[in-house]
């Protein structure tokens, strides 16, 4: 294949994957979302006025507020029974180490 022939096999690999996203892009667009409005009754605008007021209520002067100390109710504690255990070493590294003797350096 020459240059010429690869650059237009791109070139038309390109324009099909465009028309195919536009194909699929339009259907989208045509699909119409509709959005029915129910009739509330009285008492739940009532109910919706007074969420939306609760939401936007300003909530620092509670904040700011001291809280009232708590007392804590005494627990019984249970402490847990240790029972000594003498295991031999089971692995090298429990094992104490052999001492070296020290042979200090001497001049020849």
Do not use: C, H, W
């Amino acid at each position: 294949m020459t240059a010429l022939q690869i650059i237009a096999l791109i070139a038309f690999i390109v324009a099909i994957a465009g028309v195919l996203g536009y194909l699929f892009q339009s259907g989208k667009d045509e699909e119409e979302v509709t959005f029915t409005t129910s009739e509330y009754t009285p008492e739940e605008l009532n109910n919706i006025k007074l969420a939306e007021e609760l939401y936007n209520k300003d909530l620092r002067p509670i904040v700011t507020s001291k809280a009232n100390p708590i007392v804590a109710e005494e627990l019984n504690v249970v402490e847990p029974e240790f029972v000594a255990k003498t295991s031999n070493p089971e692995f090298p590294i429990d094992k104490p180490k052999k001492k070296r003797k020290y042979y200090p350096k001497t001049k020849k």
